[in-house]
């Protein structure tokens, strides 16, 4: 057990299955359970009580593109950093490697430095 | 001892604990709070001091009927429970409970997989609140995509600053490569990380997606019965993942004072208890912090202290 690659992942695969299963299990019991009375009043939407207004999936404005695009620069960069974080202390990589990747994360720091300087950091 | 019988048993094990102990801390954050607050908790069910409200709460859920709202999106609406509470349970997996790979499944990745299967909650807030089709829903939904994303960062880049400092991802090996000067060390990474992950898991003082005196319930308003019960079962179990982390990366595991090979698992399972005591504590003893104030918290100070942390830690282990 374990001791190839992919026996080990296979764990986590009967892992999700063996989840599903008893996900399946508790809700065929909350079948046999369960009262079922449905009515219209019951499965409108809630809003407090009161009749809803216009629709659910209402237009709103999302203030964070802004954020998702540093999210997206600094996900990118941390998927990066842990294969170098295993390794860049042995020998033959050292202060090189180390000095690479500390101008790759301040040029990203950089880039944080000037969104925070131009005001987009600020939630209006 | 045959494969698949091994197998079973680390399966069930898994399991196990997953059913167990995020009830342990959902009955525990019961009493404490009730505690904290100068107030009666649970005292009924179970007839000693109410022991068994948890089961008993499990029993009510599981007997109501199941509500699917007439104008949501059906089959995303009520797959979305599920999508919450698996990536725990396969969060579990790997975490190492003691010495000698006492761990359920033992993964050179380990530290990895964690956080890309935590990630993976977003997707279920995000499922139950555009799928409602209710305003309050959504909103949560939104907040909580913000939230997610900002904290996401100095949680993997804290994660980075130890497996850094053990350079390895394997979670037992990064226990076997920890020592007690660490937790000075790795202090703003410790701060970063354990704070990072309470506005993963939406934890109070960080529940802005779920504030009860704003958006109702946030995206689970509409949820009812069992879906509701996952949820709720997905967010104890967010805390014991997060705590069990906490306890794996920066407060040395199954390592004890005394007695660390025989007593490993005791010692993991006591970190994790007082982890989550202070997860629970802190929902006590601090109010919830403004949509704005999450993120400037995150951007401004959470990230800047992780990216340091990462530069500490890089001049240390080159010069030691």
């Not at chain 1, 954020?67 to 090189?96: C, H, I, M, Q």
């Not at chain 2, 999106?73 to 190492?96: H, S």
Request: proline residues 5%; contains cysteine.
């Amino acid at each position: 057990m374990g001791t190839t690659y992919l026996a080990s992942y296979s764990t986590l695969g009967f892992l999700l299955v063996l989840g599903v299963l008893v996900s399946i299990a508790a809700f065929a019991a909350n079948r046999l359970l369960r009262t079922q009375a449905p009515s219209p009043a019951k499965q409108t939407t809630y809003e407090c009580g009161l009749d809803p207004v216009g629709d659910g999936w209402a237009q709103m404005q999302i203030r964070y593109y802004v954020y998702a695009f540093l999210y997206a620069l600094f996900a990118v960069e941390s998927v990066f950093l842990f294969p170098w974080a295993v390794v860049y202390d042995r020998p033959g990589f050292g202060v090189t490697a180390a000095a690479e990747m500390g101008v790759f994360v301040a040029v990203l720091a950089l880039g944080l430095a000037y969104a925070w300087r131009k005001g987009v950091l600020r939630w209006l | 001892m045959p494969f698949w019988l091994e197998l079973v048993i680390r399966l069930v094990a898994v399991l196990a604990a997953f059913m167990v102990l995020p009830l342990v801390v959902g009955q525990t954050e019961h009493k404490v709070m009730a505690h904290m607050q100068g107030r009666l908790g649970p005292m009924y069910a179970g007839a000693y001091r109410g022991w068994a409200q948890l089961l008993a709460d499990g029993v009510k859920f599981v007997q109501k009927e199941d509500i699917t709202p007439a104008r949501a999106d059906r089959p995303v609406f009520q797959l979305a429970p599920m999508i919450a509470l698996l990536p725990y349970l396969l969060a579990l997996l790997v975490i190492p409970l003691g010495p000698n790979d006492l761990v359920a499944q033992p993964l050179d990745i380990g530290l990895f997989m964690v956080l890309a299967v935590v990630g993976i909650g977003i997707l279920a807030v995000l499922m139950a609140g555009w799928a409602s089709a209710n305003k309050y829903t959504l909103l949560g939904a939104m907040r909580a995509a913000a939230q997610l994303l900002g904290y996401e960062l100095p949680f993997v880049l804290a994660a980075a600053s130890v497996a850094m400092a053990a350079g390895t991802l394997s979670l037992s090996g990064i226990v076997e490569a920890w020592s007690p000067w660490w937790l000075l060390w790795q202090l703003p990474a410790l701060c970063v990380f354990f704070i990072a992950g309470l506005a993963e898991i939406r934890r109070p003082p960080f529940d802005a997606p779920i504030a009860d005196s704003e958006l109702v319930f946030g995206y689970m308003t509409e949820y009812s019965g069992l879906r509701f019960a996952l949820f709720l079962l997905a967010e104890y179990a967010g805390i014991v993942v997060i705590a069990a982390l906490t306890t794996v990366l920066f407060l040395g595991g199954w390592r004890g004072p005394f007695a660390s090979e025989e007593l490993g698992w005791l010692w993991t399972l006591l970190k994790v208890g007082a982890v989550s005591f202070v997860v629970i504590w802190l929902r006590v003893s601090y109010p919830r912090l403004r949509v704005d104030q999450l993120q400037r918290l995150c951007w401004k100070v959470l990230v800047p202290v992780a990216l340091g942390q990462l530069v500490l830690t890089a001049t240390v282990t080159l010069l030691t």
